[in-house]
Every structure is written in C-alpha cells, then in structure tokens.
C-alpha cells in the first residue's frame, strides 16, 4: 500500500473509533489494533497522538466544511434558505459523526492542547466563510458578522443537542432554530442593533 493510502486509511480507522466511542478512545495502540498494524508503523505517519487527534479531526471535518462551502456561496439561495441548508448538512450526519465534530466545533473536548487549538482554528474557519454573506446581506460592520456567525453557530449545536437528547424532534428542532435566526438575528441586525 502507498504511503498515502495508507495514511488515509488510517485516517479513516481513527474516524471510526472516535465516531463509534469518542476523541478519549484514539490512541495510538488503538489505532494499531483498529487497523491490524503494528504502532511503529501508526507512529511513521503520526508522530504523537497529538496529530493523530488533529489530523483525524480535520479528516472528519474536510466533507462537511467542503459542502457548507459550496451552499454558502450559492447565490441562488437567500440566507435563510443557506442557514437551513447548512443546518441539514450538519443535523444529516451520523450521531457519531455528529458529537465528534460538534466537540471539536463547540471546543468542548479539552481533552488535548492539540484540539483545543484545532477548534480555536475551526471556529476561525467557520466565521471566516459566513463573515463576508452575513455582512453584505444584513448590511452590518464585519465584527457583528463574525459574533452572529458565531452565536448562531453555537444555537445550532445546542439544536442538535437537544434533539441528541430527545428533548424535541428533529422537524421542531430545525422550526425553532430557523425562527430563533429569523427573528432574534436576521430581524434584530437589520432593525439597526450592529
């Protein structure tokens, strides 16, 4: 196997164990014994666990930042219709899937220096890609844009949330947050309070 391919499907092994158990559960014997190989050869592709953690994350994360891309720079899609197209790639992925990458979006999982700093640079990410849409369609200076991406970002997450812990539906989850954003966000910048 190409070292590349290898790598990736080490990457793909360490989703697994997180989405199947969680971030505590990747180690680097973990790995080895997910994968059939040996540490040393976990350990030529990832020099700590540090990496493994952060390089997993970022590998969990790559689908999904790439198709949040390419609905918010749809143009043929309003703000609320990209909100709720975002929010359904988020609330479509797997339980696992979606803790893992909510720990890490969140910055939750303190479990690691290495995720910690992965989260800080996530949540950069994230606000970076909103920051210009929200600030030319709400008409609002871009500091208010990035704290509105970021509060909304995290009202979706506590959304998901309580639908992980059977608090509401999905179907009220989705109405609820929608509203909060149209009426608390959308409604409240645009009536001037940038």
């Keep these: 196997m190409q070292k590349d391919d290898r790598r990736r499907m080490l990457l793909?092994?360490?989703?697994?164990i997180v989405e199947h158990s969680d971030w505590s559960k990747l180690t680097m014997s973990a790995l080895a014994a997910q994968a059939n190989i040996s540490r040393q050869t976990v350990y030529q592709h990832f020099p700590n666990v540090e990496t493994l953690l952060s390089e997993t994350a970022l590998h969990m994360f790559t689908d999904l930042w790439t198709k949040t891309?390419?609905?918010?720079?749809?143009?043929?899609?309003?703000l609320p219709k990209a909100v709720h197209q975002t929010a359904l790639l988020s609330l479509d992925l797997s339980d696992g899937l979606g803790d893992a990458l909510g720990e890490?979006?969140?910055?939750?999982?303190?479990?690691?220096?290495?995720?910690?700093?992965?989260?800080?640079?996530?949540?950069?990410?994230?606000?970076?890609?909103?920051?210009?849409?929200?600030?030319?369609?709400?008409?609002?200076?871009?500091?208010?844009?990035?704290?509105?991406?970021?509060?909304?970002?995290?009202?979706?997450?506590?959304?998901?949330?309580?639908?992980?812990?059977?608090?509401?539906?999905?179907?009220?989850?989705?109405?609820?947050?929608?509203?909060?954003?149209?009426?608390?966000v959308v409604s409240r910048v645009k009536a001037g309070l940038n």
């Design 69 to 78: 891309s390419a609905v918010i720079h749809d143009k043929s899609l309003n």
């Design 104 to 184: 890490v979006i969140v910055g939750s999982n303190r479990s690691s220096n290495e995720l910690v700093a992965f989260s800080k640079n996530i949540r950069n990410m994230v606000i970076e890609l909103w920051a210009p849409r929200i600030t030319q369609e709400l008409n609002i200076k871009k500091a208010a844009a990035r704290n509105v991406v970021w509060m909304v970002l995290m009202a979706f997450w506590g959304a998901r949330q309580l639908i992980r812990d059977g608090l509401v539906t999905r179907k009220q989850a989705l109405e609820q947050f929608e509203e909060l954003v149209t009426r608390a």
């Design 12 to 16: 793909e092994q360490a989703s697994l």
